[in-house]
T-cell receptor
């Protein structure tokens, strides 16, 4: 089955810790994206990558980092510099401008 | 002005009625528009895309784009309780160097049995 897989589904982070969210796709899409969603709000763009070994900051990149070493993978690290990381994180990939999402990772700071 | 704006709702309609969801956009986004459905606690699912002025129909869904008014809408005919969800309007940036979509905050639809 083709699709986008995010893991883990739920993640708990202690204050001051870095955590990495995984995103893998087997759709052969060139572009991949990370969005953040807070309760009652739309999606805000964190980072995006249009080709391997290249990525750009989105609207809320501070406190986050990414890498794109393989076409299939686009992991997101939430660093300790991100002061309010509790949110629903969504990874997407696209062909053209139609984007398709993984099932999301819900991150909670404890 | 936000790039993509939606009324947060909730929009409540009786089962079998037509639900009309609306979205306005700024000049900073392009003419490519998308509607996503998001059930509570789940990820968004693409249900419609529209690229040119006019109407596009797919089953019970019709997307309408009016470029002159910078307005895009989604009509859901014969609404069912299973249509109860948040509907997100999204647009591609006019700057083609950034292909990532910009999203509205979503409209919550409630279909009453």
């Amino acid at each position: 089955d083709g699709g986008i897989t995010q893991s883990p589904k739920y993640l708990f982070r202690k204050e001051g810790q870095n955590v990495t969210l995984s995103c893998e796709q087997n759709l052969n899409h060139d572009a991949m994206y990370w969005y953040r969603q807070d309760p009652g709000q739309g999606l805000r763009l964190i980072y995006y990558s249009q080709i391997v070994n290249d990525f750009q900051k989105g609207d809320i990149a501070e406190g986050y980092s990414v890498s794109r070493e393989k076409k299939e993978s686009f992991p997101l690290t939430v660093t300790s510099a991100q002061k309010n990381p509790t949110a629903f994180y969504l990874c997407a990939s696209s062909i053209g401008t139609e984007a398709f999402f993984g099932q999301g990772t819900r991150l909670t700071v404890v | 002005q936000k790039e993509v704006e939606q009324n947060s709702g909730p929009l409540s309609v009786p089962e079998g009625a037509i639900a009309s969801l609306n979205c306005t956009y700024s000049d900073r986004v392009s003419q490519s528009f998308f509607w996503y459905r998001q059930y509570s606690g789940k990820s968004p699912e693409l249900i419609m895309s529209i690229y040119s002025n006019g109407d596009k129909e797919d089953g019970r869904f019709t997307a309408q784009l009016n470029k002159a008014s910078q307005y895009v809408s989604l009509l859901i005919r014969d609404s069912q309780p299973s249509d109860s969800a948040t509907y997100l309007c999204a647009a591609a940036a006019r700057d083609t160097g950034r292909r990532a979509l910009t999203f509205g905050s979503g409209t919550r639809l409630q279909v009453q049995p």
